[in-house]
T-cell receptor, first 113, second 111 residues
Framework: DTAVSQTPKYLVTQMGNDKSIKCEQN?????MYWYKQDSKKFLKIMFS???????INETVPNRFSPKSPDKAHLNLHINSLELGDSAVYFC????????????FGPGTRLTVT | GNSVTQMEGPVTLSEEAFLTINCTYT??????LFWYVQYPGEGLQLLLK?????DKGSNKGFEATYRKETTSFHLEKGSVQVSDSAVYFC??????????FGTGTRLQVTL
């Protein structure tokens, strides 16, 4: 069983489009995260939700909007995609807030042309 | 704020060589420290952790000791294998509810 899954794995789209990435975890964790990894492998947290409530919102353009319908799912919607949004996006989950033991999904490689 | 500094890579070693990847940190309070590994095309996996000073984390032959006096958490392995080729990330959690990662160090092991 996959612990943290993301769809799609690859996403190629044009500038200006709107796209969504979905994430699901079956670990029973309360906290979920979205990270962005750039081409140099630098990893930056974007958002964190605990039991469907937003608890971390880093300095991210408001074109990015996370949504958590329940504590097992955290989706990321991106409006008006720009070239600089090209990156790998990782979803992760942990048993609680502040836990450094996080479980990562396989990533979604977004390419904006 | 919290920060993690890792040695620049890539680190290239022959199989069975000794590995050290340096990691130092700046944090308020008493952070927990972690090493994560990212194999090509995959997400990050927790490799080991230490939650207080002088703790040693270990897993799969890798070790790291939490040194408060030098604010360091260096990763070591006595004999690397080709399968250890990956990017290694040092990280910490502090008073904020998030992980702070270093920039990652790529390890390439050759036969």
């Amino acid at each position: 069983d996959t612990a943290v899954s993301q769809t799609p794995k690859y996403l190629v789209t044009q500038m200006g489009n709107d796209k969504s990435i979905k994430c699901e975890q079956n670990l029973g964790h309360d906290t979920m995260y979205w990270y962005k990894q750039d081409s140099k492998k630098f990893l930056k947290i974007m958002f964190s939700y605990n039991n469907k409530e937003l608890i971390i919102n880093e300095t991210v353009p408001n074109r990015f909007s996370p949504k958590s319908p329940d504590k097992a799912h955290l989706n990321l919607h991106i409006n008006s995609l720009e070239l600089g949004d090209s990156a790998v996006y990782f979803c992760a989950s942990s048993p609680g807030t502040g836990s450094g033991e996080q479980y990562f999904g396989p990533g979604t490689r977004l390419t904006v042309t | 704020g919290n920060s993690v500094t890792q040695m620049e890579g890539p680190v290239t070693l022959s199989e069975e060589a000794f590995l050290t990847i340096n990691c130092t940190y700046t944090a308020t309070g008493y952070p927990s420290l972690f090493w994560y590994v990212q194999y090509p095309g995959e997400g990050l996996q927790l490799l080991l952790k230490a939650t207080k000073a002088d703790d040693k984390g270990s897993n799969k032959g890798f070790e790291a000791t939490y040194r408060k006096e030098t604010t360091s958490f260096h990763l070591e392995k006595g004999s690397v294998q080709v399968s250890d080729s990956a990017v290694y990330f040092c990280a910490l959690t502090g008073t904020a509810s998030k992980l702070t990662f270093g920039t990652g160090t790529r390890l390439q092991v050759t036969l």
